[in-house]
């Protein structure tokens, strides 16, 4: 089964303190995403991969680092997490075709 | 710069027909994405046009006019289901999304 992960689902942290979420894919894609939804602005674009060891920034990079060091995994990283982090982040992955595109379940972050 | 519109809300009946214009400014153009997103849960696709005209597909169709910057979806035999936000999003190459706000429809009896 296609499947893209994310975790944690939720994670409630505090201002400056690292963190990382995961996301992982079982379908062997070469574009891998990382969006942010926030209400009234929509999805955002953090990051995008488009192969191992290829990564480029999206609208919003400010404050994310990310690493695609295997072809299934494109980690989101925090250093030092603030609140205008708090967000609904998505990781997407697809194969060229636009049909192919999956969203992963989601990250609820709340920074305090 | 990269514009997108869409209404943010409309409500519609219960077997009726809707339709969710979008309109696009954006600094490249690859084709129009529309993807339908439940409260709390992921995005899922929709359509995508690259070429102008209407593209059906089941219950949903989706329209694009490059030369206009537009393009609707239109949802036919409405069902409670379908309540839900649509998503425009316009591919402005090397895999760059740009996506408007959200139209959240809620469908009634």
């Known amino acids: 089964e296609a499947q893209v992960t994310q975790n944690p689902r939720y994670l409630i942290t505090v201002t400056g303190k690292k963190l990382t979420v995961t996301c992982s894919q079982n379908?062997?894609?070469?574009?891998m995403s990382w969006y942010r939804q926030d209400p009234g602005l929509g999805l955002r674009q953090i990051y995008y991969s488009m192969n191992v060891e290829v990564t480029d920034k999206g609208d919003v990079p400010e404050g994310y680092k990310v690493s695609r060091k295997e072809k299934r995994n494109f980690p989101l990283i925090l250093e030092s997490p603030s609140p205008n982090q708090t967000s609904l982040y998505f990781c997407?992955?697809?194969?060229?075709?636009?049909?192919?595109?999956?969203f992963g379940p989601g990250t609820r972050l709340t920074v305090l | 710069g990269q514009n997108i519109d869409q209404p943010t809300e409309m409500t519609a009946t219960e077997g009726a027909i809707v339709q969710i214009n979008c309109t696009y400014q954006t600094s490249g153009f690859n084709g129009l994405f529309w993807y339908q997103q439940h409260a709390g849960e992921a995005p899922t696709f929709l359509s995508y046009n690259v070429l102008d005209g209407l593209e059906e597909k089941g219950r949903f169709s989706s329209f694009l006019s490059r030369s206009k910057g537009y393009s609707y979806l239109l949802l036919k035999e409405l069902q409670m289901k379908d309540s839900a936000s649509y998503l425009c999003a316009a591919n402005t190459g090397f895999q760059k999304l740009v996506f408007g706000t959200g139209t959240r429809l809620l469908v009634s009896p």
């Open positions: 379908m062997n894609h070469e574009y």
């Open positions: 997407a992955t697809h194969q060229g075709g636009p049909d192919t595109q999956y």
